[in-house]
């Protein structure tokens, strides 16, 4: 039993370091780190003395000196830290720490039997602080080999603040009622809580570890699935908007031609109707190009897409010479695929001093191919950059957006993708394999 | 030697570039000539003895019964010796509206006669290209790859590193202005490659030529370009 609370404890003490550190420690700036200590040191030592002097506490004992160092924490730690609140738990953690230590030393002495040797003072301060040593050597071992594997911020969790919480309140509990029967019923009750309450903190924390690990992913996928949906309704109001034209201007001429009226028609196609006309001309254009695309979701994505191009002042060249009719991989990741290249060339001619942009899909024995060409204001950089997660040169979205793609391309078979930079031109090549 | 010949329906364009070519090879000195300029893609066939490494600037549109790209086509048939032929494609279409046909055409350039200016320096850098490839000894060292039915040629004096993906027989080739994916396994690739590349790991071969740095302690190497590979426990650079 003593053996079991004796590693929960150290375990515990573990969580809280991790928790604190995680939270403060590593958010300070250097700087303020002098000042606050100070503060800390002053407002501590104040306290001591206004105990001693009131006559509350008559000697240094170790209640004292563990009373001054939690409060040395707490203080010092909820001033670094921006978020007051959050501060005050991670320096709370980290004084929980210590009462855990305590605790930890205490019991070790239980096991091995040799309770009487709890007074002997020097003794246990060097139990302790091996114990101490140990721990915080643990930790940083340990907390290293986490950060490389996971995000750190699973420390930051309201349950893990309230379990916190309550087996701090537990450790408290039990440390006042050390100085009773260890073993009587309510002793027994809080140990039992606080063994069931660190064994929570740990399942929680690995949860979170391995829901925050697959989260991130799949938050990136979402993004660009929205984005693509997004698309496709954009694409879909826009061939509304045509069709609903296409009927207005009909049913116009035909007003005119039942008048006879071929002068007012005249002016009425010259005038009120060539804007609107050069617009529906190139959706014209853009569909006839793309009509060999067979595939409606491909195909709706590149026109919106170019349409899009064609308001920025981009005029498209587009090439489909055979008729594309079916991929070896899910339609709706080539579009996602296909709609964040598109936006990435456009995005990039933009920048650029010469605004061209090329668009072929061609069909090979065993494969369809996409290829995206464009302009762009030429840097001096490494290809592999881009597919950084969060790197753009402009926007957040490039950034997320080769990620996505290289999350496919990385995972599915019949997806190759080619990227490469050539002075002032970029193209992007995908190949997708029929399926077998 | 390297031989130079053009094919070009428009004399006053056949004359230009015919005077670059010659112009180029006076003023650089370099192992190469224009052997022969025609209108007529017959009389080219007949004039080419295919003994030699040869370089062709063939324009598309030639007015005759075979354009340029069956020209090219034919010269590819007819040159079973197998010496090292280059084809330049001459085209007043603009680069965009030939994405296509440079997809699958193998050609090494495309000149396009909206800029004579760029196509003098281009046709320069053609034949300097043409001559490393065939006459230097790094003329083998070009790593030869697919996807799917397309055949990718780079050389391997670029290549940073390949790594493997996720999937099975799918691997990944970076350079400095290109990152490229393609079907294979890192072990056939490592035997066509030479002695620059090491296989550092089961998951990288790299360029030793382009390590940045090395952290022995965390077992990664940096690479010039900036990206991390890892190293296997027992790998040592040699």
């Known amino acids: 039993m003593n053996f079991i609370l004796c590693l929960s404890l150290f375990l515990f003490c573990i969580i809280m370091m991790l928790c604190g550190e995680n939270m403060s420690l590593f958010k300070i700036e250097k700087k303020k780190e002098l000042k606050y200590n100070i503060i800390a040191v002053v407002v501590s030592l104040a306290f001591g003395f206004i105990l001693g002097f009131s006559g509350i506490?008559?000697?240094?004992?170790?209640?004292?000196?563990?009373?001054?160092?939690?409060?040395?924490?707490?203080?010092?730690?909820?001033?670094?830290?921006?978020?007051?609140?959050?501060?005050?738990?991670?320096?709370?953690?980290?004084?929980?720490?210590?009462?855990?230590?305590?605790?930890?030393?205490?019991l070790f002495f239980r096991i091995i039997g040799q309770e009487e040797l709890i007074e002997e003072s020097i003794l246990w301060l060097i139990t302790y602080i091996i114990f101490f040593a140990i721990l915080v050597s643990f930790v940083l071992i340990f907390s290293r080999y986490l950060k490389k594997r996971i995000d750190m911020n699973i420390f930051n969790n309201k349950s893990i603040y309230a379990i916190t919480a309550i087996s701090g309140i537990m450790i408290i509990l039990s440390y006042i009622n050390y100085r009773g029967d260890f073993l009587d019923s309510t002793g027994d009750i809080m140990y039992a809580l606080f063994f069931i309450s660190v064994i929570l903190l740990f399942v929680i924390i690995i949860k979170n570890a391995y829901k925050e690990n697959s989260l991130k992913t799949e938050r990136l996928i979402t993004e660009a699935s929205r984005k693509y949906i997004q698309d496709l309704e954009e694409s879909y109001t826009a061939m509304r908007t045509i069709k609903h034209d296409y009927v207005n201007i009909m049913s116009s001429f035909k007003l005119y031609i039942e008048n006879n009226d071929m002068a007012g028609l005249a002016e009425y196609y010259t005038g009120e109707l060539s804007e609107m006309n050069k617009e529906l001309l190139g959706y014209d254009r853009l569909i006839g190009s793309l009509q060999n695309i067979k595939i409606n979701e491909i195909k709706s994505v590149l026109i919106y897409k170019c349409s899009f191009a064609s308001h920025q002042q981009i005029e498209p060249t587009i090439e489909v010479r055979e008729s594309i009719e079916n991929l070896g991989v899910s339609t709706a990741i080539v579009c996602q695929i296909l709609g964040i290249l598109m936006d990435n060339a456009i995005e990039?001619?933009?920048?650029?001093?010469?605004k061209q942009l090329g668009i072929a899909v061609i069909k090979n024995p065993n494969s369809k191919t996409f290829i995206i060409k464009n302009t762009w204001k030429q840097q001096k950089i490494a290809v592999d950059k881009l597919f950084e997660l969060g790197f753009s040169t402009k926007s957040k979205d490039r950034g997320i957006g080769l990620y996505t793609i290289r999350n496919y391309t990385e995972k599915i078979n019949n997806l190759y993708l080619e990227t490469e930079i050539d002075g002032i031109y970029f193209t992007q090549t995908l190949t997708v394999k029929d399926a077998q | 030697m390297l031989e130079i010949y053009v094919c070009e329906d428009n004399e006053r364009w056949r004359k230009l570039l015919s005077e670059h070519v010659s112009d180029y090879c006076a003023v650089k000195n370099v192992d190469a000539a224009l052997t022969f300029a025609t209108h007529d893609p017959k009389s080219l066939l007949s004039e080419w003895s295919g003994l030699n490494p040869a370089l062709f600037l063939l324009d598309i549109d030639l007015k005759s019964e075979i354009n340029g790209i069956e020209l090219a086509r034919l010269i590819r048939e007819k040159n079973a010796t197998g010496s090292k032929v280059f084809i330049i494609f001459i085209t007043t279409h603009s680069e965009m509206t030939l994405l296509t046909f440079q997809y699958k055409v193998e050609a090494l350039d495309f000149l396009i006669k909206d800029n004579p200016d760029s196509i003098k320096i281009k046709i320069g850098e053609c034949i300097d290209i043409a001559l490393r490839r065939s006459f230097s000894e790094d003329s083998s060292k070009v790593l030869k790859v697919t996807v799917d039915d397309r055949i990718i040629f780079v050389e391997l004096s670029d290549i940073i590193f390949i790594e493997t993906t996720h999937v099975r027989h799918k691997l990944r080739l970076h350079t400095n202005s290109r990152v490229l994916e393609f079907g294979g396994e890192l072990k056939e690739i490592?035997?066509?490659?030479?002695?620059?590349?090491?296989?550092?790991?089961?998951?990288?071969?790299?360029?030793?030529?382009?390590?940045?740095?090395?952290?022995?302690?965390e077992k990664t190497v940096t690479m010039t370009n900036n990206t991390t590979c890892l190293l296997s426990r027992n790998w040592k650079l040699t």
């Open chain 1, 348 to 354: 990039a001619i933009l920048e650029a001093e010469e």
């Open chain 2, 190 to 217: 490592e035997a066509k490659l030479d002695d620059c590349f090491s296989r550092c790991h089961k998951s990288y071969i790299i360029n030793k030529n382009k390590i940045a740095s090395i952290n022995k302690k």
């Open chain 1, 57 to 106: 506490v008559t000697d240094l004992s170790p209640e004292v000196f563990y009373l001054y160092v939690t409060l040395y924490l707490l203080i010092m730690l909820s001033l670094m830290h921006k978020n007051i609140i959050k501060g005050f738990f991670a320096s709370l953690m980290s004084g929980l720490t210590i009462f855990g230590i305590n605790g930890t030393t205490t």
